[in-house]
């Protein structure tokens, strides 16, 4: 009798509570879709274009990044397409019969250079991720001049920048790699030897340009006027 007493209980509790929880989750799912519909118009438009398959549309929503970021706007959802873009064909892969079908180097590096737009806080860990999966100089560069513009010199940054540096000059040099990597070295207060080493091998090796070798001279000389640590 009293197992029956306990089941008509719980029987009761669970009439009463089930058409709270369910009240609770219409309105989370009413205040997800209101907020969506709350989202500026051109967000959405944006967003939306990004997650194209072809490239013409994730260009067009960088253009409308542009139009919105010239205009003084910034916003979360901004920096998070730009995020997704800044890995088109890296670390966010679309393939196609074996291949990979978003390699879209251009869309990569105006996504980086939207990027130094924001904040230090709010991109600059997607800086660094650019910088550590990028294979493509031109990428990579417009991810330096964000971070440079951006004043991020802590040593995780300046390490990801020698390790791209060195990955790309393996390869294939490429002179303006080099030239942002020193306008980069030039801005911390505090240098390093690998800093010192990096540029005293630009300066020496024969695979760079006279004129880019000349800065790594000068900029050497001004770290020789500097106490290096």
Avoid: H
């Avoid at 509570?17 to 205040?31: D, G, R, T, V, Y």
């Avoid at 730009?82 to 879209?104: A, D, F, P, Q, W």
């Avoid at 040099?173 to 505090?190: H, I």
């Amino acid at each position: 009798m009293k197992t029956k007493k306990q089941i008509l209980i719980a029987f009761l509790l669970a009439s009463c509570f089930s058409p709270l929880i369910f009240a609770q989750q219409e309105q989370k799912e009413l205040s997800i879709e209101e907020s969506f519909l709350q989202e500026p118009i051109q967000i959405q438009i944006i967003r939306e274009q990004s997650e194209s398959i072809d490239r013409s549309g994730k260009i067009f929503a960088l253009d409308l990044i542009k139009e919105y970021l010239d205009s003084g706007n910034k916003s979360a959802a901004i920096l998070s397409v730009l995020r997704r873009l800044s890995l088109e064909g890296t670390l966010n892969r679309e393939r196609i019969e074996g291949r990979v079908g978003n390699n879209y180097i251009d869309v990569r590096w105006r996504a980086a250079e939207y990027l130094g737009e924001f904040t230090p806080e709010e991109s600059g860990n997607y800086l660094r991720d650019i910088i550590l999966n990028e294979e493509e100089p031109s990428v990579i560069i417009s991810a330096i001049n964000s971070i440079t513009k951006l004043g991020i010199y802590d040593e995780f940054t300046m390490l990801a920048i020698e390790k791209a540096f060195r990955r790309i000059d393996a390869i294939r040099p490429d002179d303006r790699l080099a030239l942002s990597v020193l306008e980069y070295y030039k801005k911390p207060e505090k240098k390093s030897r690998f800093m010192l080493e990096t540029i005293n091998y630009i300066r020496q090796s024969p695979n760079y340009q006279k004129s880019v070798r000349l800065q790594a001279e000068n900029l050497i000389k001004i770290f020789m006027s500097q106490n290096i640590n």
